[in-house]
T-cell receptor, first 113, second 116 residues
Framework: KNQVEQSPQSLIILEGKNCTLQCNYTVSPFSNLRWYKQDTGRGPVSLTIMTFSENTKSNGRYTATLDADTKQSSLHITASQLSDSASYICVVSPNQAGTALIFGKGTTLSVSS | NAGVTQTPKFQVLKTGQSMTLQCAQD?????MYWYRQDPGMGLRLIYYSASEGTTDKGEVPDGYNVSRLKKQNFLLGLESAAPSQTSVYFC???????????????FGPGTRLTVL
């Protein structure tokens, strides 16, 4: 069964610190992997999209890595800000046209001052 | 550009009532989607529309119906609301239905529905 598992479920860090969120997936065949940020009460917003051949993709202070061999991805946030407090969702797209995206349950990040 | 908009933002229904959730996009996207998000679960696809005039079932279509009469609009209907349909509903759109990297899905702000 195609699944996307994220860890940790929640995380609290101090402003200015770095953190790394994990995503493991069992989706095969696999087209691309996406990370979304969802602020409380808002819809998800795309941070990065990587194909199976890409190892890393950055978007400002956000850097996503992908190891297609081990089926693992991580999202690293550098120098965290209060505005980074949100849910971060890992999403995998199967390599089949018209197949629905598979969403992880998300990691809730709280950045405190 | 407003992107993807949804109405209403909040709604409370009694069991058995019906309603329609509205979604509009101004990006000239061909494909549109309805998801529901429940606590402790990932987003789940209810229905999607690959192009104007076509619709297909997603993972959790029971109790819902949809219509895509215009390219920019995608409607989600609840014929007889049940408490199990209490959820946050998100509409999304993309340039095409394929899952390629250029096919980013853009999400609306959500509709929070409570069924009593």
């Amino acid at each position: 069964k195609n699944q996307v598992e994220q860890s940790p479920q929640s995380l609290i860090i101090l402003e200015g610190k770095n953190c790394t969120l994990q995503c493991n997936y069992t989706v095969s065949p696999f087209s691309n992997l996406r990370w979304y940020k969802q602020d409380t009460g808002r819809g998800p917003v795309s941070l990065t999209i990587m194909t199976f051949s890409e190892n890393t993709k950055s978007n400002g202070r956000y850097t996503a890595t992908l190891d297609a061999d081990t089926k693992q991805s991580s999202l690293h946030i550098t120098a965290s800000q209060l505005s980074d407090s949100a849910s971060y969702i890992c999403v995998v797209s199967p390599n089949q046209a018209g197949t629905a995206l598979i969403f992880g349950k998300g990691t809730t990040l709280s950045v405190s001052s | 550009n407003a992107g993807v908009t949804q109405t209403p933002k909040f709604q409370v229904l009694k069991t058995g009532q019906s309603m329609t959730l509205q979604c509009a996009q101004d990006m000239n996207h061909n494909s549109m989607y309805w998801y529901r998000q429940d606590p402790g679960m990932g987003l789940r696809l209810i229905y999607y529309s690959a192009s104007e005039g076509t619709t297909d079932k997603g993972e959790v279509p029971d109790g819902y119906n949809v219509s895509r009469l215009k390219k920019q609009n995608f409607l989600l209907g609840l014929e007889s609301a049940a408490p199990s349909q209490t959820s946050v509903y998100f509409c999304a759109s993309s340039s095409s239905i394929a899952g390629g990297t250029g096919n980013e899905q853009f999400f609306g702000p959500g509709t929070r529905l409570t069924v009593l």
